[in-house]
């Protein structure tokens, strides 16, 4: 690293950034190729800010990439904007998600890109030391013993894992145990997706930065990456969270149960998205809840047709429970009236597939599609 004259030291901390993923099991296809795009153009966005701000180096603490496979434009991309950068320090500490290959395959490393291994390696720049390990495996355990900062030394420490009290029991575990009383002044992981900072010990903060941008309606919420300030004259370092996310994603519930049509559920969704914080830009899921019965009329389809357009991406989840007055039914003789009779007898069917073989059913009878 290159050291700068003033005295306050920033450093950019982020992790998760999953180039590549695939998206699909969140988006359709040409949405997932558009999503995709996004998360490099956030990359590239992420380390242009660090060059305006005057940012010393970027710490990536695992999993920049998602999977074995890395697409051209994702490779000459990243490596575009390190090479370019040549007064930024990129550290790269690889996931369980990052391609290996990714580094391999290079016919030569960037002089401004450090790299880490399977033990602990150190870079220093003055009297900062940053430390980092890769974990081989989620069965495998850090070497705790190897790891041993110098007290008048402001040390950074790069990990990914899963934080706990304990030797074991998670993928990816980082025994917090092991690492108090060690001079760390900052824990920098990687691994869950949202952000998270606490106290490790009297002397040091631990942080997860969170994934840059959410991928899916499971990573809601603000997302970015973490400042780091570190004033080399008091030893003090100081961090902030910086929203940073190109679009955010919003889950709204809306129970449907006193709705007696697509149309009253259609209005009663106005009501729920008046929320301030929604923009047009944003990916928004409508998830439909309550107590339904089988006969009334919910066309999902027309919900969601009636808000498309209005955001990024919008779609709406079904999550609503079928509720049958069997009572009601035991003394009608007509054929509706026996089907779900004789569905209800069926011993060999749980409660839940009861109820969606009658609304099935009910929708055959009355010539309605059913979905």
Not at 109 to 122: A, H, I, Q, T
Request: negative net charge; hydrophobic residues 35%; contains cysteine.
């Amino acid at each position: 690293m290159k050291k700068q004259g003033d005295k306050i030291i920033k450093l950019l901390h982020c992790a998760d950034i999953h180039l590549d993923s695939a998206l699909h099991s969140s988006l359709p296809f040409e949405k997932a190729e558009c999503r995709r795009r996004e998360l490099l153009r956030t990359f590239v966005r992420m380390v242009d800010y660090a060059a305006s701000e005057g940012i010393l180096a970027v710490l990536i603490a695992g999993d920049m990439l998602d999977t074995s496979f890395t697409r051209t434009l994702t490779r000459n991309t990243v490596l575009n904007c390190i090479q370019s950068h040549p007064a930024i320090t990129f550290f790269y500490l690889r996931g369980n998600h990052d391609d290996r290959h990714f580094i391999d395959d290079l016919t030569g490393l960037p002089d401004n890109l450090k790299l880490f291994g399977p033990r602990w390696s150190c870079y220093q720049c003055g009297r900062i030391a940053v430390y980092g390990c890769e974990l081989p495996s989620s069965a495998g355990e850090y070497d705790y013993d190897s790891l041993n900062p110098e007290p008048d030394m402001i040390n950074l420490v790069m990990m990914h894992g899963q934080v706990s009290e304990s030797s074991g029991g998670v993928d990816w575990n980082i025994d917090l145990r092991r690492l108090r009383g060690r001079n760390i002044d900052y824990l920098a992981l990687g691994h869950i997706h949202s952000y998270r900072a606490e106290k490790l010990d009297g002397r040091g903060t631990l942080c997860y930065p969170g994934c840059p941008e959410g991928r899916g309606f499971d990573e809601c919420g603000e997302h970015g990456f973490v400042l780091l300030e570190i004033n080399e004259e008091t030893n003090r370092v100081s961090s902030r969270f910086v929203p940073f996310a190109s679009r955010r994603l919003f889950t709204v519930e809306l129970d449907v149960s006193e709705c007696a049509s697509s149309s009253e559920m259609v209005e009663a969704a106005s009501r729920a998205l008046q929320n301030p914080e929604i923009s047009p830009g944003d990916m928004v899921r409508l998830e439909l809840t309550g107590h339904i019965d089988a006969e009334r009329e919910m066309d999902v389809t027309y919900i969601r047709k009636a808000f498309e357009g209005r955001y990024d991406y919008f779609t709406v989840t079904d999550k609503t429970r079928l509720f049958f007055d069997i009572q009601a039914h035991s003394q009608d003789r007509s054929l509706k009236g026996e089907f779900i009779r004789s569905v209800y007898a069926d011993d060999t069917l749980s409660e839940e597939e009861k109820a969606e073989v009658i609304r099935c059913g009910l929708l055959a009878l009355t010539g309605e599609e059913a979905v």
